[in-house]
């Protein structure tokens, strides 16, 4: 089985394979009709296919001899399902690979810290190209500074040095790729004069905006403040809100350079199923000669003519939610300018960022993944993140605020009174989720750090069965994730 991280992927590999192994290939995402599917599944399990290649589901694909299990990308959330049954992939293929007695082969240019640390452990090896694929050298990686630009009266999304840039690019017929991790408002406090963002002072974390409260919260610990006048770090007035959405990064380039033939690639263009190969062949193809978009771009697409990268806002990925958002914001950065440059031409970089000091930016800057992980295991390792705990989540969701709060709070009374076992702890929480309301749900959660997986399984287990039991109402939802 070879697993890709995202459906867009898939033709693009299948491609790959065919042009090797011409027959025997099967393909498993969750696109594929039921009729579709069940085809695929029988001539597997029929013996009549060699190689299955697709997103997370197919590491379940039948195959009666297994061999061997390839993870492409192997650092991506994807792989891990959020919906039941959930399921992380890369377990799954480690099992079946255990019981096949079969290799399992994980890739990525990024590797998670996880990963990395089990092979600094020794539990996995490790096995380094020292070149790129294509042969081509590594882009350049140039920062912009946009406290500088702003304080020059640039207001626009795009600095001086990407406006150049892409105006050199599209004069010699090439193209390139805009990249915004984000699709719109901002939850996260932003200082434009130092350029950092708020943080908890207990968990080193952003803090998160809740805008019908005014308030800044975290979302581990249950910290909470109101929204500063002046920024904390440097005493001076400069904190925004910073919400850019792709469709005015759109608009504005289109201002700046109204005959260019723009693609976006996001979750709000992206509705049918042939968009993603539709959008990606049109850009293939040279129908465009940008493609604009959120994380979905950045990842492992091989287009030659691209020469040029321009990721508009790190700040958006430095602070997002989330123990690993730093090892996220990374991974991107690595990955997007991976796109630039895989031709015969050599790529260029641009970084648009408040904080070029950043410890992410400067690495991803000199494409130093070791130096990265360093930093990152010795923070995790003092703050007790994994790899060097299991993280446990509890939510419970309502339309009646106040009865998922009452919930969550007998919930959190039942964990310190019964499940306090060894390697438990501490327990976090309970506090508003990030998305605080959902679908007209309010939302809840408790979050149980564990040195040991069996007793967080028991406690888990032991919470499902106690609210099952105790909680009566229809209008209260309960799930629970370890390691999300």
């Not at 240019?109 to 790129?132: D, H, I, Q």
């Not at 350049?140 to 406006?163: C, F, K």
């Not at 109204?258 to 193809?285: A, C, E, H, N």
């Amino acid at each position: 089985s070879v697993l890709v991280p995202e459906i867009s992927l898939t033709p693009q590999t299948v491609a790959r394979f065919k042009s090797r192994f011409q027959k025997g290939i099967a393909v498993f995402h969750s696109r594929l009709s039921q009729g579709e599917r069940y085809d695929q599944w029988m001539a597997v399990s029929e013996g009549k296919i060699q190689i299955v290649i697709g997103a997370r589901s197919a590491v379940f694909a039948p195959l009666s001899n297994l061999g061997m299990i390839i993870v492409d990308e192997e650092h991506e959330s994807s792989y891990k399902s959020d919906k039941n049954p959930k399921y992380n992939a890369l377990e799954i293929a480690a099992f079946r690979c255990k019981g096949a007695n079969a290799l399992l082969l994980l890739g990525s240019a990024t590797p998670s810290v996880n990963t990395w640390y089990k092979c600094e452990t020794g539990l996995m090896k490790r096995f380094e190209l020292t070149e790129r694929a294509t042969g081509g050298g590594i882009p350049d990686v140039e920062i912009t500074d946009m406290r500088m630009e702003l304080a020059s009266g640039n207001l626009s999304l795009y600095s001086r040095t990407a406006t150049e840039a892409l105006k050199e690019t599209f004069a010699a017929g090439k193209q390139a790729l805009i990249l915004l991790n984000r699709r719109g408002y901002s939850q996260y406090a932003l200082c434009t004069d130092c350029g950092k963002a708020v943080m908890c002072p207990s968990c080193s974390l952003t803090l998160k905006y809740h805008k019908s409260r005014h308030r800044l919260l975290c979302h581990m610990c249950g910290y909470t403040v109101k929204m500063p006048d002046e920024c904390p770090t440097c005493g001076k007035k400069g904190l925004i809100l910073p919400g850019i959405g792709t469709q005015r990064a759109e608009e504005e380039l289109k201002s700046l350079f109204p005959d260019v033939k723009l693609l976006r690639m996001d979750t709000d263009t992206v509705t049918r199923k042939d968009s993603y190969d539709q959008i990606l062949g049109d850009f293939r193809d040279k129908k465009a000669h940008v493609l604009l978009g959120t994380q979905m771009i950045a990842k492992g697409h091989d287009f030659p003519d691209v020469v040029l990268s321009v990721i508009l806002s790190v700040d958006s990925m430095l602070y997002t939610e989330g123990y690993n958002a730093t090892e996220r914001a990374f991974q991107l950065l690595l990955q997007a300018s991976g796109r630039s440059g895989r031709g015969e031409e050599k790529g260029k970089v641009l970084l648009q960022t408040y904080n070029p000091e950043h410890y992410v930016v400067q690495y991803a800057k000199n494409h130093d993944y070791k130096g990265f992980y360093e930093y990152e295991i010795r923070m995790r390792r003092l703050l007790d993140y994994p790899p060097f705990c299991n993280l446990g989540f509890i939510t419970v969701e309502s339309e009646d605020d106040a009865l998922a709060e009452g919930v969550i709070r007998r919930i959190r009374a039942s964990i310190d009174a019964h499940y306090m076992m060894e390697g438990i702890g501490p327990v976090l929480g309970p506090v508003r989720a990030p998305v605080e309301r959902v679908a007209d749900r309010y939302v809840w959660r408790i979050i149980i750090k564990s040195a040991k997986m069996n007793p967080l399984i028991r406690l888990m287990n032991g919470i499902r069965s106690d609210t099952e039991s105790n909680v009566k109402s229809k209008n209260i939802r309960l799930y629970t994730d370890i390691n999300p």
